[in-house]
């Protein structure tokens, strides 16, 4: 399966989400970014800025298959 985009939230506290996880395309970040609607989303990777006080996530969105 092919991704179609990442996406980067940033997030001033730990959201407790692990590699691989699926999240909800009603995600948000502190900024109100949302992940886009439909299809698949998981966790690629989990950055902790502890210096900016932030844990930056980047999220492959991935799209429906349809059988």
């Known amino acids: 399966m092919a991704k179609t985009s990442s996406h980067r939230l940033v ?5 407790f ?3 691989g996880d699926a ?7 502190d900024s109100g970014k949302r992940l886009p609607v439909g299809g698949r989303c998981m966790v690629d990777s989990i ?21």
Do not use: M, W
């Open 47 to 67: 950055y902790h800025n502890e210096v900016a006080g932030q844990f930056v996530v980047t999220i492959s969105h991935y799209p429906e298959v349809k059988v």
């Open 11 to 15: 997030f001033a506290k730990d959201r």
């Open 17 to 19: 989400l692990n590699l």
């Open 23 to 29: 999240v909800p395309s009603t995600l948000r970040d």
